[in-house]
């Protein structure tokens, strides 16, 4: 199974981003939840903050507080493909943004079975 982020990068802040995470070699992606985590400098992995999820149909997401309004995460089961979507973004909101995959819905970095490398987003001034 490999899992892919892409779509980071060097923005302004107040600027959108929109981050894609492929998952391959695996032919049951609709079965499966999905989240974005973000990680900042001097965190460990399990210490990965969940910014949104999004359940096997698409049809229950969930997002963290601060976020709300901000951050849409969506999924194209046919594509094996998660979305999120992140607008009018603030400098506080560089990190590492990981895709992980998960047989539960959850936050919590512990129920997540997959992830990938992430993809660096640097929000500048």
């Known amino acids: 199974v490999q899992v892919e982020e892409s779509g980071g990068g060097l923005v302004q802040a107040g600027d959108s981003v929109l981050l894609s995470c492929v998952v391959s070699g695996r032919r049951t992606f609709d079965k499966y939840a999905m989240g974005w985590f973000r990680q900042v400098p001097g965190k460990e992995r399990e210490e990965r903050e969940c910014?949104?999820?999004?359940?096997?149909?698409?049809?229950?997401?969930y997002y963290t507080d601060y976020v709300k309004g901000r951050l849409t995460i969506s999924r194209d089961n046919a594509k094996n493909t998660v979305y999120l979507q992140m607008k009018n973004l603030k400098t506080e909101k560089t990190a590492v943004y990981y895709c992980g995959v998960s047989h539960f819905w959850g936050t919590a970095t512990g129920v997540y079975v997959e992830w990938g490398r992430g993809t660096q987003v640097t929000v500048s001034s």
């Open positions: 910014v949104a999820t999004i359940n096997y149909s698409g049809d229950t997401t």
